[in-house]
């Protein structure tokens, strides 16, 4: 599973690039917990909460239905 998350992950990366940050996959957990590192802008962002809900985890869990949800690690 962590390979179809890296692969996601992939994806969303650009549009987080374009705002200055990016994401860093840490771990995933055999019980479908993604834990993920936001970096640059996103790290101190007052929306990083936002942008992890509402998007890394909701695109995460469409694209791949094994992940439960995603944490800030």
């Known amino acids: 599973m962590r390979e179809k ?3 996601v992950l992939g994806r969303i990366r650009p549009a987080l690039q374009n705002d200055g940050g ?13 834990k993920v590192r936001l970096k640059g802008a ?8 936002m942008t ?3 998007g890394i985890e909701r695109i995460l869990k ?4 094994e992940v439960k949800s995603v944490q800030q690690a």
């Open 22 to 34: 990016d994401v860093e996959l840490v771990d995933v957990t055999e019980d479908g917990i993604v």
């Open 52 to 54: 992890l809900r509402n």
């Open 62 to 65: 469409q694209e791949i239905p």
């Open 42 to 49: 996103c790290a101190g962002c007052p929306m990083s909460m």
């Open 5 to 7: 998350v890296e692969s």
